[in-house]
């Protein structure tokens, strides 16, 4: 089983996973608080202590062998949340939203945890992976502007202790770590159901249509025009999922 470090309060799981990565080759760090966790595009991450689960992995490249496509680590991720809230919430009421959310149904769906990838690079060579995850658990309330757009696992009327959740997600990432990468990789894109649906780019305000998922997650979308384009885990997209 994976080494897990679990503190009272840090300022963000994902930062000291890559300190440690550097003396171990995979470790876990957990916290019951994080003061400065981190979302994708340099938003800030928020969470009640106590209430939820912030969780980061931490890959160290030079004992355990990187992906081909490092940003399938976003994959394996998404889907270590899916398969621990399928113990407790039936597969159509958990939904994957790309490139790496997760939501669960409440009255609608709604995002219920995140995924945020890092990858420590050193000249050509990746050193490192952290793959940060957080689960919403027991918060019951969010901030304004997200709170129609995010829920907990407490909100769909589970009462799930958080300790219980963190071993179920450990046991999931161990199964999935040992997996090949393009198991992982079809399973995500089998789950994610993305192919073929109209998308709208928050950037452009404008509607695609998904034809299709590169090997290195991005997506090839087609505007009205028909005329090709490449998005990635960087840009925000919203589609009925
Ligand atoms: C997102 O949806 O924007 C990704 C959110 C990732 C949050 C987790 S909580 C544990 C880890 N530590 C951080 O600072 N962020 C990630």
Same mark, same amino acid.
């Given at each position: 089983m994976i080494h897990r470090v679990h503190f009272r309060?840090? =300022?963000s799981t994902n930062d000291y996973a890559k300190e440690l990565s550097k003396s171990n080759s995979i470790v876990v760090v957990t916290a019951?608080?994080?003061?400065?966790g981190r979302g994708r595009n340099k938003k800030n991450w928020e969470g009640e202590a106590f209430k939820n689960v912030y969780l980061s992995l931490a890959i160290n490249h030079n004992s355990f062998p990187v992906f081909?496509? =490092?940003?399938r680590y976003q994959a394996l991720g998404s889907l270590a949340v899916y398969n621990t809230l399928l113990n407790f919430i039936p597969s159509e009421n958990i939904k994957l939203k790309y490139p790496n959310d997760i939501y669960i149904k409440e009255n609608k769906f709604k995002k219920v945890s995140g995924v945020l990838i890092e990858h420590s690079i050193q000249g050509k060579k990746a050193e490192s992976t952290i793959i940060g995850i957080g689960i919403n658990v027991k918060q019951e309330i969010f901030s304004k502007d997200i709170e129609d757009k995010a829920t907990s696992i407490l909100k769909v009327g589970l009462n799930i202790e958080i300790e219980t959740l963190y071993k179920i997600l450990i046991e999931e990432i161990n199964k999935l770590i040992n997996l090949e990468e393009d198991d992982i990789y079809q399973d995500w894109i089998c789950k994610l159901s993305i192919i073929g649906k109209e998308i709208i780019l928050i950037s452009t305000g404008f509607k695609y249509k998904v034809k299709e998922i590169n090997n290195d997650c991005s997506l090839m979308i087609l505007n009205e025009q028909k005329e090709l384009l490449r998005i990635d885990n960087g840009d925000s997209i919203v589609y009925e999922l």
């Open positions: 309060e840090i =300022p019951d608080v994080q003061t400065q081909k496509f =490092p940003s």
